[in-house]
């Protein structure tokens, strides 16, 4: 397995050797994972995954089906804890302060990081109550401080404008591609460090898949964010880096364009030239 | 015209295929509606039980409304069908029904709200499948053994606490009924619990909510509808109970919201009426059916608001 090293100039692999003082990490680097190895049960999901997270930039992770992406994923907010006989090692270590997730406390890491899941999932609540969720648990009460808050990620998820006027209405009365922008917004309000995307438009019809497209590029330089998706063309089009994953292994990560157009692995050709997947 | 390719052309006969002779035909359309008529009946028995138990209430109660106005009936605060100066406020029995009924459902829901949390959100798979059929056996108990307990072991251990509660009182009765509904409140709001989306708990904890918080804020709003269902349905249960009452809370009608006196509800007027020997045309006699329509309407009532809360919250997600 080899690893393709950076030529982005804002991005530097780290190697173990020659680590950049912390202040030149956040430069670059918002999270990186360390022979990350990940068990359901017996069944190992991932195996020694090694991975960079560019800071305020845009990775996919691709691969056919089963092949631990959607895994990967869910390590970074500690899902798998909720579940009995989850084990992880290695590490996934947030930058600026070089702490390994694995250890924290869950809860805490839930509250850095947001997640968008695949199929819509917003609360039986209000549409402002929806995008207010994680502020409140974060102890924003003050009245206008929330409302702006509200606004600012209704603006980026772009819903503001179709919902503005009703804000105290039912999330179940909008259609599902707005639902998934209202959940964009909903992990987007309380700033989360890293945005976790699960598939987010594999239940939309295109043109709402379009809109939420649009709206990861719009936030790309304000938000850090990973995308499981299993679209190719999608992570080609709203992605700077992409890994591709197989087994449960990270077979190739490089920027996206060289990804797409200079494969290294043979399994990399293959997956995006469509012989399999 | 386009031609379809050779390989999707309609196969020929294999074999000798299968051809319907008429008799075959006419015996299959035989017994397809012999056996739609059987199910048709066995659905149509319950329909013709419920309207004819509506058809006896109505019309045997008929003769007692001719000599009892309405009005009467519904605002005096007496019940005394059997004395020289009868009078039949029905108020009487329906203020008991409704205070034993409101303390059954103050203990049962809390307590079937916190059980159900507990097993939907908390307990382990193997706890879980443990608890629910113990709490389902509750069920089986036969209510008389619920009276019996009542009278004889749980109103004494009430009055150690309160001094002056009475031997037949509404508090006792009320509280026991309050834990032998829990098989439809807990039980009931557990499955509704169950049956919201595990997507909704996660984005709960993607937000980074505690597992309190998921079950305070997600999951029971999301159950809301069904939750609400179980109560009302375990309150109809509870005002169309007998024996607890007709045992533990005295057959005395009583105008009073007081839980620590006795009083006869409404089925425990009937079932008191029923055990005596009154003439068949008495209006002592035609009051019982009075009385039943008066907890008909009421269960009915229950069931109706069950029923839409219980439709609606199926379509919710």
């Known amino acids: 397995m080899t ?179 209202l959940c964009i917004a909903r992990a987007l309000a309380p700033q989360p460090e890293i945005l976790l995307l699960d598939e987010p438009t594999s239940a939309l019809d295109p043109i709402a898949t379009a809109k939420v497209e649009d709206l990861i590029t719009d936030i790309r330089n304000r938000f850090t964010v990973i995308i499981v998706t299993h679209n190719m063309q999608q992570a080609a089009r709203i992605s700077d880096f992409t890994a591709y994953m197989h087994l449960g292994k990270l077979i190739e990560f490089a920027p996206t364009g060289e990804l797409f157009t200079t494969p290294q692995e043979t399994l990399t050709r293959d997956y995006i030239t469509g012989r399999f997947g | 015209m386009p031609t379809l390719p050779s390989s999707l052309s309609p196969a020929g006969p294999a074999g000798s295929p299968f051809r319907a002779s008429k008799s075959f035909l006419r015996r299959r359309a035989l017994w397809g509606s012999f056996a739609g008529g ?22 045997e109660s008929m003769g007692f409304f001719a000599q009892i106005s309405l009005l009467d009936f519904l605002t005096d605060t007496q019940w005394t069908p059997v004395f020289e100066n009868a009078h039949f406020g029905v108020m009487t029995l329906v203020s008991a029904t409704v205070t034993v009924a409101g303390i059954a459902l103050a203990v049962s829901i809390p307590a079937g709200l916190a059980l159900a949390i507990y097993l939907s959100e908390y307990a382990r798979r193997e706890v879980r499948e443990t608890v629910k059929p113990c709490l389902e056996l509750l069920e089986g108990v036969p209510t008389v053994v619920y009276g019996y307990f009542t009278l004889l072991f749980f109103t004494p251990l009430l009055q150690t606490f309160i001094p002056g509660l009475e031997g037949f009182n509404m508090l006792g009765p009320g509280m026991v009924m309050g834990i032998m509904i829990l098989p439809y409140t807990a039980s009931v709001s557990e499955d509704a619990m169950r049956a919201v989306p595990s997507g909704l708990r996660e984005a709960g904890y993607a937000l980074g909510y505690s597992r309190f918080r998921v079950a305070m804020r997600v999951v029971v709003p999301a159950a809301f509808s069904g939750i609400t269902a179980a109560f009302i349905l375990g309150m109809s249960r509870a005002v169309g109970e007998t024996m607890v009452v007709a045992i533990a809370a005295g057959q005395n009608p009583n105008f009073s919201f007081n839980p620590t006196e006795g009083a006869a509800t409404i089925t425990a007027y009937i079932v008191q009426m029923a055990m005596g020997d009154l003439p068949h045309d008495s209006i002592a006699y035609q009051s019982v059916f009075a009385a039943g329509i008066v907890l008909f309407v009421i269960t009915l009532t229950f069931n109706l608001i069950g029923f839409f809360l219980r439709r609606r919250f199926k379509e919710v997600y």
């Open chain 1, 3 to 181: 690893q393709k090293i950076f030529h982005d100039q804002h991005v530097t692999q780290l190697s173990p050797k020659t680590e950049p003082p912390p202040h030149a990490q956040r430069e670059s680097l918002a999270a990186e994972i360390r022979k990350l190895s990940f068990w359901y049960g017996e069944t190992q999901a991932l195996k020694e995954i090694t991975l960079s997270i560019a800071y305020r930039k845009v990775t996919a992770l691709i691969g056919p089906s089963g092949c631990g992406k959607s895994t990967l994923l869910r390590s970074f907010n500690r899902m798998h804890d909720l579940y009995a006989g989850n084990r992880y090692s290695g590490e996934i270590c947030l930058f600026p302060e070089n702490h390994n997730l694995i250890e924290l406390d869950p809860f805490m890491v839930r509250l850095r990081i947001g997640m968008v899941f695949q199929k819509p999932n917003p609360f039986p609540k209000s549409i402002f109550e929806n995008v207010a969720a994680g502020l409140r648990i974060q102890g924003v009460q003050n009245k206008k401080l929330l409302s702006d808050r509200v606004e600012q990620a209704l603006r980026d998820a772009a819903l503001w404008e179709e919902v503005k006027d009703r804000l105290s209405q039912s999330a179940y009365g909008l259609s599902g591609g707005q639902q998934q922008r």
């Open chain 2, 38 to 59: 059987c199910l048709l009946i066995a659905a149509a028995s319950s329909v013709f039980v419920t309207l004819g138990i509506v058809y006896v209430l109505v019309t």
